[in-house]
């Protein structure tokens, strides 16, 4: 499954994504993670730094749903996919967590890189697109900062 433009875009303003597992007992789990990055067309990887739950979900179950949105737009996406669980002991991980170890720097100890494959993706948008559909961007933006009590850097 590729991405486009639009994924691109969003993911990269998008501040935290929101990780789903299912435990083996089917109990669900959600944890917001913040630092993800795309590794390729077709997959994200999501830097594992204390989510033992997650982990442990993963390799008894490795479908997952992750989601983001950038909250100044009112927009994301929502991947549906199979996740892998690469250890800091693994070669992968170097290749895998590059950009995440970056992003952490020395202040969040990567434990595993989580690497999803996307199986399948979903546009994300708020209900204003739908209530307000002439609404423009410079305008649904406004309303977010207002709504959050922030104004971009300038």
Known sequence: MKINDAFRADQKNAVLCWLATVSPEGVP?????EIFALFDDESLVVADIM???T???IRA????CLSFVD???QKGFKVEGEALVVPREEA????LGKDLLAMAGQDFPIKNVIHIRMT???RILAPSYSLFPDRTEAERMQS??????VQPAG
Do not use: H
């Open 29 to 33: 789990n959600v944890s917001p993670k």
């Open 51 to 53: 989510s033992p739950t």
């Open 55 to 57: 982990v442990r979900n």
């Open 61 to 64: 179950n490795p479908k997952v």
């Open 71 to 73: 909250v100044f737009r």
């Open 92 to 95: 992968a991980f170097a290749v």
């Open 120 to 122: 399948r993706i979903s």
């Open 144 to 149: 977010a900062y207002t709504t959050y009590g």
